[in-house]
């Protein structure tokens, strides 16, 4: 039987990178998309594998449970959740059902995939998750005028290099692995599609981001940031995170106390 990837956002931009490559690679296919013309074009693109094609829209409630039902019943292999939205302003100006569809698509929707799906993997002893985030994770403690607009976004993308370390270690010796990606900017629609001319930024490829996230997997490396020459920098910030972790007390810090 040829191994099975299921991946979310698969319409277009890093999402549909992983599923060419997948495809190209035999593998059979559940792609997961909201545009049901774009999910059609691509397996009448790929007939010598197994695709199919589910619409879903992973902002609501329906949506992520359609998605969640095949990852709990179908012997998945691989498992990408890429699907992403923006709405980049400051929070004061996002409206409620922006701020509820980024939460629902970046954090709501993949804890449910992941959760639906680590159980038959573990039982058969092995499976691959993948999740998309970014290097924007990593931003939050920049001021203002460099990561401005987009608190919640950073919000979400933090908790799924959070989950997936926290993750990856649970399963330990399971045959799972978990693994969150972390691109800077890559030339996709996500910007675009909001306005954003971005043309003038030097932007990876999604097929290198691909490439350099299928390495990472072979290099075990939890974390995979394909733009990061230097992952001693990643190490780093591990590191003090841990540090900070295993430096707290049942006791007020002295700077909290007072006279």
């Known amino acids: ?11 277009s931009g890093i999402g549909k990178a992983f599923a060419e490559r997948f495809a190209a690679d035999g593998h059979d296919l559940i792609i997961v ?5 774009r999910l059609d074009q691509f397996v009448s693109d790929h007939p010598d594998v197994r695709v199919r094609a589910v619409p879903a829209d992973l902002s609501t409630e329906e949506g992520i449970d359609t998605v ?31 701020a509820r569809e980024l939460v629902y698509v970046k954090v709501l929707a993949p804890t449910q995939m992941m959760r639906a799906a680590v159980g038959g993997m573990q039982h058969r002893g092995a499976g691959t998750i993948i ?7 990593f931003s939050g403690p920049a ?13 979400t993308l933090a908790h799924l290099v959070a989950m997936s370390q926290t993750l990856s270690a649970e399963l330990e010796g399971t045959g799972v692995h978990v693994h969150v990606v972390c691109p800077g900017v890559v030339a996709t629609e996500f910007h675009s599609s909001q ?13 290198d981001l ?3 996230t299928l390495r990472g997997l072979e290099l075990g490396e939890v974390v995979i940031a ?9 190490t780093d910030v591990f590191t003090a995170d841990l540090a900070a972790f295993g430096g707290q007390s049942p006791d007020v810090a002295n700077r909290y106390q007072t006279d």
């Open 226 to 234: 394909p733009g990061v020459e230097d992952y001693q920098l990643l």
């Open 143 to 155: 001021d203002k005028s460099v990561m401005p607009r987009r608190a919640v976004y950073a919000g």
């Open 1 to 11: 039987m040829n191994r099975l990837a299921l991946v979310t956002g698969a319409t």
């Open 210 to 212: 691909v490439t350099g």
């Open 131 to 137: 999740n998309v985030a970014g290097m924007i994770a």
């Open 68 to 98: 969640a039902a095949y990852c709990a019943d179908e012997p998945l292999d691989i498992l990408v959740n890429n699907a992403g939205v923006s709405h980049y302003m400051p929070l004061a100006d996002l409206p409620a059902d922006k």
């Open 195 to 207: 306005g954003m001319d971005l043309n003038a930024i030097p932007r990876m490829s999604a097929d």
């Open 33 to 37: 998309g909201r545009r049901r013309d």
